[in-house]
């Protein structure tokens, strides 16, 4: 891919997505249709052609039935913004830790390694942006803002200003990576330093195109090397995915190595669960028991956890599976992997209600556990939580799941079972929030409409917004919410407090 034309047209589709802001997630799956066609290498990009391709989509997209695999593609499409890449950074380099040991054997970089090399790209291009990055496309109406092809051309010096953002020397990014991660020593021995070297450039061979034909095959293969002036030269089109889709390379990395899989395998139902219990323990609660155990019970079984607050208390299971392994590539299997592992711990939550239940006489065991209440005195439910992210496939809403394509969930959950299916990564970010100490208000919140919950969120995050951000502190929304309830209305919500929307601060106020 040498042909000057593949770097230009990378550098405008890459000037277009940053400028279009709304229009990103439809503008990188027009990329990803175009990136294996010769005609994306030999052929200059131009407006129309995406504004037309845009244009069909939100076309098909009325005209049919929602397919599962196609809104689960859009929905990883979006995911980058969805992602706080440092917070993300930080819960992977947990997640994998005990996969650093097993790559270093093979003598392959660390995971540590890859993500570091990927926060140095992402903020090599996106930190400190010049004042004239900030003017980006504004609606002037929701019509506009409807319409997926209303995507404008940046100013010539906006894509200017943009093109060198993304376009990066090879050889200076190494440097860079060199510099970052050697011990600032003189005496160190010169081995690390080409050790380091290396590294670096192992690590921009595997994040490079790798020139298969899969449909979101840059999620992959986020950064394109190319040869400019006899120099070689990195192109970055969309950086906001590095470190924030970090989770699928680091999969598909660590499979490439059949020990270091194994021992991924053999672990990560310990470290998974390890994670999720420890952020459970530091929700304000009761108590908080952790592995408990079924005993004088005929059919022997146990609970990742037991959350007890004031007036419920919430049985938690943890699923390490990754449900995310193969994709992007294979978002088939996504559907068939959710519903699994959510039907096991669904069914693995009751089976823990009903021992619990059983035992509770008077001064009984959840008596003992909370010293306050007995079961029957308390509301009770469950929290599923899934190892990694994912959108939100089970919003509670019966017919918006049918919808999804995720409907057979509610054959196996009952109506009036209080059941949420959360991710570690909007666990771990959910209690980081102020409102943490209302968790068990929020959790009878959102799994008390019996499977009619009026809100549909892209991720818990979402839902966790819309309550304290608008249905807790207004009784005129409060009600609002209750009667669209009832007329089985469904509203769509992105808060202002996870997503940055201030370009669409003038479509708003105008209205």
Known sequence: MSSGVFPENLRYISSLGRYNTERRPVIRQYFASRISDDEFTHEKLGIAEIREFASQ??????????????????????LPEDINPQDFQGYLLFRYSHLEEPLSDQDEFTISDL??????????????????????NRFESKEDYADFSNIEEPSKQFRQTWNRRVTLSRKEIIKSFVEGTLPDDPAIDPSRHQERIETAQDILEFLSHSGENSSLDFFSNPVFQVKESEERKIVVPFPEVLLTTAQYRIEEF???????????????GSVVE????????????????????????????EADGLLFFEDSYWVAEVKSHPIFRKVPNRVELIKSRFTQKVTQAANQIQNTMGYLDSLDDEFGLVYNLTGNKNSGEMDTGGIVILDGFLPTLYSGNE??????GMGELHDHIEEHERIVVI???????????????????YLLWRTGYEGN???????EREYWA???DNYRTNDEFRQGVEEAAEKDIITVYISARFNDKSHLDGLTNSE
Do not use: C
């Open 57 to 78: 989509k939100q076309s098909r997209a009325k005209d049919t039935a929602p397919d599962f695999e196609e809104m689960f593609q859009e929905s990883l499409l979006t």
């Open 115 to 136: 993500l570091s090399f990927e926060a140095l790209l992402r903020d090599t291009i996106l930190e400190e942006p010049e004042p004239v990055l900030s003017d980006l």
């Open 254 to 268: 660590v499979g490439q190595f059949k020990q270091v899989q194994e021992v991924e395998n053999r672990e990560k």
């Open 274 to 301: 390890d994670l999720a219990q420890e952020l459970l323990q530091q929700i304000p609660s009761r108590n908080f028991v952790k592995e408990f155990e079924y005993i004088h019970d005929p059919n022997p079984g």
């Open 399 to 404: 017919r918006a799941d049918q919808q999804l």
């Open 423 to 441: 991710t570690l990564y909007d666990l771990y970010q959910l209690i980081q929030e102020d409102e943490a100490n209302l968790f068990d208000e």
């Open 453 to 459: 919950m009026p809100v549909w969120g892209f991720s």
């Open 466 to 468: 819309f309550y304290f």
